[in-house]
């Protein structure tokens, strides 16, 4: 069954409001990745984060990666129209499977 | 960036046919493709681990027989979903890692939309 647990499932903001997406894995991963899925298309890589308590930003994104290896989450900060779409976290186990998390639906209200 | 591309990207088929999708790493090798599946509104699941030249790793729960995996070069997978019934209808969609499996992201294709009748 998914091992990879993403909360929450939908998220509804306020054009402007920040916005976090939260994964949780039942075992230790060697790295996760998140990506972006918009209506319609393709998931799109965003970030990948190996090392323990790594933290990244990609411009108003900010990845974190959990001291255990376990937890990761994705922020938003003043969140705009384009991030509409759904985001997926993805660990990689220790058997080189990738777990895809449920994935976060984030909508905008303008 | 490393580009998959998939083929076809809409298929509509009478049930009990045989559809066969293709993945293809355009700008690079890739010793491994993964297929997934995705329903509407879901996450995708990984169902099976595609190996150049050699047998593909299934997930649990994935028929073998109903869906066959070649991966006869560096750069091509491909998918066939054999007798296929409604209940097949989803979203395919392959990736591959461009470099080292522990060490790289991977690229995802398209997809392939199944609509089976």
């Known amino acids: 069954g998914q091992q990879v647990m993403q909360i929450p499932q939908y998220q509804h903001v306020q054009e402007g409001e920040d916005f976090t997406t939260y994964c949780n894995s039942s075992?230790?991963?060697?790295?996760i990745q998140w990506y972006k899925q918009r209506p319609g298309g393709h998931p799109v890589f965003l970030i990948q984060?190996?090392?323990?308590?790594e933290v990244k930003k990609q411009k108003r994104l900010t990845f974190q990666f959990g001291e255990a290896k376990k937890n990761s989450s994705l922020h938003i900060t003043a969140t705009q129209t384009t991030d509409v779409g759904t985001y997926f976290c993805a660990g990689r186990r220790r058997d080189d499977k990738i777990i895809f998390g449920k994935g976060t639906r984030l909508h905008i209200l303008p | 960036g490393a580009v998959v591309s998939q083929h076809p990207s809409w298929v509509i088929c009478k049930s009990g046919t045989s559809v066969k999708i293709e993945c293809r790493s355009l700008d690079f090798q890739a010793t491994t493709m993964f297929w997934y599946r995705q329903f509407p509104k879901q996450s995708l699941m990984l169902m099976a681990t595609?190996?150049?030249?050699?047998?593909?790793?299934?997930e649990q729960g994935v028929e073998k027989d109903k869906f066959l995996i070649n991966h006869a070069s560096l750069t091509l997978s491909t998918l066939t979903v054999t007798s296929a019934h409604p209940e097949d209808s989803s979203f395919y969609i392959c990736s591959a890692p461009p470099g080292h499996l522990t060490q790289e992201t991977q690229y995802f294709g398209p997809g392939t939309r199944l609509l089976v009748l």
């Open positions: 075992t230790t991963l060697s790295n």
């Open positions: 595609s190996n150049e030249g050699s047998k593909a790793t299934y």
């Open positions: 984060l190996v090392k323990s308590g």
